[in-house]
């Protein structure tokens, strides 16, 4: 089946599905697996040494992140879905079919961890004395599913930069144990710590008033907090050693500008700055200094979820000019396709375009062809536009570039059409850029090629 994909106004199609995917990471790994394990870490604490300021903290500490995990982070996890199915329906379809069964275990998983996280906040105060013991275990059941859903998910996003063998044996198994499987888990787990811990803090120094436990639980999630970093560190040295060497040249360009990328140093002495202000934070926590920490927690849960960002942009820039390595470009097309097009053309091939009416106006042909090479990182004036990247140049020269884009940029696809068709693309840019052509918003939902 084939289906049309939409250009998104200003954001674009891949700032659309970032900014709701790193929402829903921050949330699934800070408090779905990080937090609570600070809520049971706390449980326990507070039966084992009949602590009641544990116990309530506990408590009070759920409520706050049962509501955020069952509203914003069970939105964003289905309006991933919602927003790759629109924008990316060939991508995400593929995808699919080859981790049918690990996606299908997934969203049982993910069923189960609302269900669970929902008993566990409301028996909380039922289950006390004899039951106590088996409201922790519950709550460790909650844990270890939230993990169980971290490891079948991050198998899907490590093939997807590094797919091992998997586009000449098409086998299951050495998609999801691909090279980065394991060091990008770990770092996932270290991530969810730290998170988990600065989360932690944060609610602690904000709502409690008992000075002696804010001192004592903010040295137990300082230590926590400590360990996570030094986990986060070492699996991320761990990961990018198993990254494709083409692809980490691709870093800077993922997080910087095009001329400060060209100033190496200054993304490493950002990071370093980053990472050694985690680093005194928590140390800071284990001085239980409750004023610093209250000070300087929210400073450190931006930064920590800076990084987080950061990571989650260079994975999936990096691998770049792929959507799916050895299979798929960024822009949905296969790359077996791409001599068919470039020998018989795209737009006799596209279903939506062939549909159109207009289809003989030489502008609809060129929005059509830039829709479907182009709209998967770039707009029409809002962020990373095109118009911006051919300003001032001749259609001539538009049609040299568009010819030569992966020789110029590596992470960018190669043009697939016919010469003619590169000319009516250069062509539509050219007068795009000059201000001859004056598209409206029905104009930038262009529907493209989702494929045959």
């Given at each position: 089946?084939?289906?049309?994909?939409?250009?998104?106004?200003?954001?674009?199609?891949?700032?659309?599905?970032?900014?709701?995917?790193?929402?829903?990471?921050?949330?699934?790994?800070?408090?779905?697996?990080?937090?609570?394990?600070?809520?049971?870490?706390?449980?326990?604490?507070?039966?084992?040494?009949?602590?009641?300021?544990?116990?309530?903290?506990?408590?009070?500490?759920?409520?706050?992140?049962?509501?955020?995990?069952?509203?914003?982070?069970?939105?964003?996890?289905?309006?991933?879905?919602?927003?790759?199915?629109?924008?990316?329906?060939?991508?995400?379809?593929?995808?699919?079919?080859?981790?049918?069964?690990?996606?299908?275990?997934?969203?049982?998983?993910?069923?189960?961890?609302?269900?669970?996280?929902?008993?566990?906040?409301?028996?909380?105060?039922?289950?006390?004395?004899?039951?106590?013991?088996?409201?922790?275990?519950?709550g460790v059941g909650y844990v270890a599913t939230a993990l169980s859903s971290a490891v079948l998910i991050t198998g899907i996003l490590g093939?997807?930069?590094?797919?091992?063998?998997?586009?000449?044996?098409?086998?299951?198994?050495?998609?999801?144990?691909?090279?980065?499987?394991?060091?990008?888990?770990?770092?996932?787990?270290?991530?969810?710590?730290?998170?988990?811990?600065?989360?932690?803090?944060?609610?602690?120094?904000?709502?409690?008033?008992?000075?002696?436990?804010?001192?004592?639980?903010?040295?137990?999630?300082?230590?926590?907090?400590?360990?996570?970093?030094?986990?986060?560190?070492?699996?991320?040295?761990?990961?990018?050693?198993?990254?494709?060497?083409?692809?980490?040249?691709?870093?800077?360009?993922?997080?910087?500008?095009?001329?400060?990328?060209?100033?190496?140093?200054?993304?490493?002495?950002?990071?370093?700055?980053?990472?050694?202000?985690?680093?005194?934070?928590?140390?800071?926590?284990?001085?239980?200094?409750?004023?610093?920490?209250?000070?300087?927690?929210?400073?450190?849960?931006?930064?920590?979820?800076?990084?987080?960002?950061?990571?989650?942009?260079?994975?999936?820039?990096?691998?770049?000019?792929?959507?799916?390595?050895?299979?798929?470009?960024?822009?949905?097309?296969?790359?077996?396709?791409?001599?068919?097009?470039?020998?018989?053309?795209?737009?006799?091939?596209?279903?939506?375009?062939?549909?159109?009416?207009?289809?003989?106006?030489?502008?609809?042909?060129?929005?059509?062809?830039?829709?479907?090479?182009?709209?998967?990182?770039?707009?029409?004036?809002?962020?990373n536009s095109i118009v911006d990247r051919v300003q001032g140049r001749s259609a001539d020269g538009i049609y040299v570039i568009i010819g030569?884009?992966?020789?110029?940029?590596?992470?960018?696809?190669?043009?697939?059409?016919?010469?003619?068709?590169?000319r009516t693309m250069a062509d539509f840019l050219f007068r795009l850029a000059d201000g001859s052509i004056k598209p409206g918003v029905p104009?930038?939902?262009?529907?493209?090629?989702?494929?045959?």
């Amino acid at each position: 089946m084939e289906f049309p994909i939409f250009q998104v106004p200003f954001l674009g199609n891949g700032m659309t599905i970032a900014l709701d995917a790193v929402l829903h990471v921050i949330i699934s790994h800070g408090l779905a697996i990080g937090a609570v394990s600070m809520v049971v870490c706390a449980e326990y604490f507070g039966h084992r040494r009949a602590s009641g300021a544990w116990e309530v903290f506990a408590r009070d500490f759920l409520g706050f992140i049962v509501v955020l995990t069952t509203s914003v982070g069970a939105v964003t996890g289905v309006g991933i879905w919602f927003i790759t199915s629109a924008l990316a329906p060939r991508g995400i379809g593929s995808l699919l079919r080859v981790f049918f069964w690990p996606w299908f275990m997934e969203w049982g998983v993910f069923t189960a961890e609302v269900i669970i996280v929902l008993i566990y906040y409301y028996t909380w105060q039922k289950w006390n004395g004899e039951r106590k013991k088996q409201h922790l275990w519950l709550g460790v059941g909650y844990v270890a599913t939230a993990l169980s859903s971290a490891v079948l998910i991050t198998g899907i996003l490590g093939f997807m930069l590094t797919p091992d063998g998997w586009p000449w044996n098409k086998g299951l198994m050495s998609a999801f144990f691909n090279p980065s499987y394991v060091p990008q888990l770990v770092l996932r787990l270290g991530i969810a710590s730290v998170l988990g811990a600065l989360f932690a803090i944060g609610y602690l120094v904000f709502t409690r008033r008992d000075r002696q436990f804010r001192r004592e639980a903010l040295a137990f999630f300082g230590k926590v907090a400590l360990v996570g970093l030094a986990v986060t560190l070492l699996s991320a040295t761990w990961y990018f050693t198993v990254v494709p060497s083409a692809y980490k040249t691709h870093s800077l360009y993922a997080v910087m500008t095009s001329r400060l990328s060209q100033q190496p140093d200054l993304f490493w002495q950002i990071n370093l700055g980053g990472a050694v202000f985690l680093l005194l934070f928590s140390l800071l926590a284990l001085t239980k200094s409750v004023i610093s920490a209250r000070l300087l927690v929210v400073p450190a849960l931006v930064v920590a979820m800076l990084f987080v960002s950061e990571f989650e942009r260079i994975r999936e820039f990096i691998r770049g000019p792929y959507l799916m390595p050895g299979y798929m470009y960024a822009n949905q097309v296969l790359l077996e396709e791409t001599p068919l097009f470039i020998k018989e053309g795209m737009l006799p091939r596209s279903y939506w375009y062939n549909a159109t009416a207009a289809k003989a106006d030489p502008v609809s042909r060129g929005a059509y062809l830039f829709a479907q090479n182009c709209a998967g990182c770039h707009t029409i004036g809002g962020i990373n536009s095109i118009v911006d990247r051919v300003q001032g140049r001749s259609a001539d020269g538009i049609y040299v570039i568009i010819g030569h884009t992966q020789e110029m940029v590596p992470f960018m696809p190669p043009f697939s059409g016919t010469d003619q068709e590169r000319r009516t693309m250069a062509d539509f840019l050219f007068r795009l850029a000059d201000g001859s052509i004056k598209p409206g918003v029905p104009f930038r939902f262009t529907p493209l090629n989702g494929g045959r």
